[in-house]
């Protein structure tokens, strides 16, 4: 018997219907994945309508964008709908209890605390879960980097109970001022959480 008819789900190459020349390939619905530089643009788009046009500030410009996509991707996660990013974070290692404003702007590779820098939903998505979904795998995710012991962000007072519901703490007011913002720093013990990671499959 010939390979070929042993495998009968498997077409050999040559019996394959060839692919039409400029014919699209379909973009997964839904897709979770570590952020690269390439991708600093798009993100940059979100938080431009997220931050800027409502504040004047962003958390990264678009070159610190770039620089921790460079230096740190893998504490990145994209949420893309048909290839387009519809919400991200962007985190890297910090090795203080508190934030202070080098942060801002430093991955510390020794670290063992992820200082998330952002999360933002694009505006059309918003509401519908996603901002809590994605904080939830990203969580998920860093329960299986080894090095990692908590992760840490500040926020505006109003969306205290956002993070509180994904199960970050309150540490209390950041030393960190940008302009007349002023922050809540809370964390969540990703260490904490043994149970969780023996059974999260890591
Ligand atoms: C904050 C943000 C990430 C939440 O994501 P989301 O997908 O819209 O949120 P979810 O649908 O998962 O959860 C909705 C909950 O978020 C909270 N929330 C969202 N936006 C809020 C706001 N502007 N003020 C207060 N609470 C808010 C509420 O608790 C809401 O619950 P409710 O529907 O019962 O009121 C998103 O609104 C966003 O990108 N905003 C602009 C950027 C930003 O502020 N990022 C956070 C600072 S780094």
């Known amino acids: ?4 008819s042993a495998v009968p789900f498997m077409k050999p190459v040559h019996m394959r219907s060839p692919v039409p020349q ?7 619905a839904s897709e979770f994945r570590s952020l690269s530089p390439e991708d ?3 993100v940059f788009e979100i938080e431009r309508e ?14 610190e964008v770039r620089h921790f996509l460079t230096l740190c991707p893998e504490l990145s996660l994209g949420w ?7 919400a991200f974070i962007i985190g890297s290692l910090w090795d203080q209890e508190r934030l202070t404003m080098d942060a801002l702007t430093l991955h510390k590779p020794h670290g063992t605390t ?19 979904i994605l904080m939830w795998r990203y969580l998920q995710y860093l329960r299986c980097l080894p090095y990692v012991r908590r992760a840490v962000l500040m926020c505006e007072d109003f969306l205290v109970p956002f993070y509180q519901k994904s199960g970050f703490k309150v540490q209390g007011p950041s030393e960190i001022t940008v302009g ?14 043994a149970f969780m990671r023996r059974n999260s499959g890591c």
């Open 1 to 4: 018997m010939s390979v070929v």
């Open 22 to 28: 400029g014919r699209r390939h379909t973009l997964p």
């Open 40 to 42: 600093a643009i798009s």
């Open 50 to 63: 997220a931050f800027i046009s409502v504040s004047g500030e962003c958390p990264l410009h678009l070159d």
């Open 80 to 86: 893309f709908e048909e290839g387009r990013l519809v």
């Open 114 to 132: 992820v200082h998330i820098h952002v999360l933002a939903v694009h505006r059309t998505f918003r509401q519908q879960g996603k901002g809590s």
């Open 180 to 193: 007349p913002l002023t922050f809540i720093e809370m964390f969540y013990p990703v260490r904490g959480h």
